[in-house]
């Protein structure tokens, strides 16, 4: 499997969906997450009506903020020792979001 993209915790009362993606390493740095996140925020903005797009990422993974930055989401906060990695040390979580009237400026 080369990745997968979703949307997690989609609310149809607040119209809010959270978006998730993951891409092997062997297909780091190609943009395909970048592209593929484009879309499927297009998806969610035109079809499903959504509001907000939703995103996060641990702060030590800058390459997955550069895909956040690069659809238009802004930074919202950070989350402090938030999630714990599977080496046992917590990370800080950098939350996103994406509001329709910022991304219909950018289409």
Do not use: P
């Amino acid at each position: 499997m080369s990745g997968s993209i979703h949307f997690l915790d989609i609310s149809n009362q607040s119209l809010r969906c959270e978006l998730g993606y993951y891409i092997g390493s062997k297909w780091w740095g190609k943009g395909i997450v970048t592209e593929a996140s484009k879309e499927v925020s297009r998806f969610a903005f035109e079809k499903l009506g959504m509001n907000k797009i939703m995103a996060w990422h641990h702060s030590k993974n800058v390459a997955s903020g550069k895909v956040l930055i690069n659809l238009g989401m802004i930074l919202e906060g950070v989350l402090r020792r938030d999630t714990k990695l599977k080496n046992g040390e917590f990370s800080d979580v950098n939350t996103y979001g994406l509001l329709y009237e910022e991304w219909s400026l950018q289409n």
